[in-house]
T-cell receptor, first 116, second 115 residues
Framework: AQKVTQAQTEISVVEKEDVTLDCVYE???????LFWYKQPPSGELVFLIR??????QNEISGRYSWNFQKSTSSFNFTITASQVVDSAVYFC?????????????FGTGTRLQVTL | DVKVTQSSRYLVKRTGEKVFLECVQD?????MFWYRQDPGLGLRLIYF???????EKGDIPEGYSVSREKKERFSLILESASTNQTSMYLC??????????????FGSGTRLTVV
């Protein structure tokens, strides 16, 4: 069975602080795909990144960066110099490669509040 | 711009009513999904479909059914709505396979209240 754990329920930071959102996953598949989504107050889920299990290279996109470590089954997300517009719920998700292969399993989400 | 459209943003229904939630995508995606989102529980998969007239149960299918008569449309049906089905419902679609363009596109959600 697949499982995604986001232990941080809520995080509050002051603007310009760096913040890291943790994600730990479990899967028996040797090939799998990890995702991060942002859900702003409007409700729509916005895709941020996809990472394949065979590509452990970390990625940076502007103020966003992702640290994928297979050894610890973690796929953490860091926002540098946070802004008020980053306030949202962030979901980590996992898709395996066997059985109901298209199924995307989500964590419970981390609510990030960025204040002035 | 590619889109997944859910017919209603907010719905209020009475206990025992039959409820239809509609989802349409314009991306020619094979896969379509219905998720339910509840505070502290994240998104949980109700049903999904990988082709017309094909469906598979997700993690929490009880009390729900689905219909996919056309590729672009995936309907979620609450046969007899109950108050514990009050929730945010999210529809998503994706291509079959895992190529470079693979990903999931979500609709804006339908917030259903059953009274």
């Amino acid at each position: 069975a697949q499982k995604v754990t986001q232990a941080q329920t809520e995080i509050s930071v002051v603007e310009k602080e760096d913040v890291t959102l943790d994600c730990v996953y479990e899967t028996r598949d040797t090939t799998y795909y990890l995702f991060w989504y942002k859900q702003p107050p409007s409700g729509e889920l916005v895709f941020l990144i996809r990472r394949n299990s065979f590509d452990e290279q970390n990625e940076i996109s502007g103020r966003y960066s992702w640290n994928f470590q297979k050894s610890t089954s973690s796929f953490n997300f860091t926002i540098t110099a946070s802004q008020v517009v980053d306030s949202a719920v962030y979901f980590c998700a996992l898709r395996g490669n066997t059985g109901t292969a298209s199924k995307l399993t989500f964590g419970t989400g981390t609510r990030l509040q960025v204040t002035l | 711009d590619v889109k997944v459209t859910q017919s209603s943003r907010y719905l209020v229904k009475r206990t025992g009513e039959k409820v239809f939630l509609e989802c349409v995508q314009d991306m020619d995606h094979e896969n379509m999904f219905w998720y339910r989102q509840d505070p502290g529980l994240g998104l949980r998969l109700i049903y999904f479909s990988y082709d017309v007239k094909m469906k598979e149960k997700g993690d929490i299918p009880e009390g729900y059914s689905v219909s996919r008569e056309k590729k672009e449309r995936f309907s979620l049906i609450l046969e007899s709505a109950s108050t514990n089905q009050t929730s945010m419902y999210l529809c998503a679609s994706s291509l079959l396979g895992t190529g470079v363009n693979y990903g999931y596109t979500f609709g804006s959600g339908t917030r259903l209240t059953v009274v």
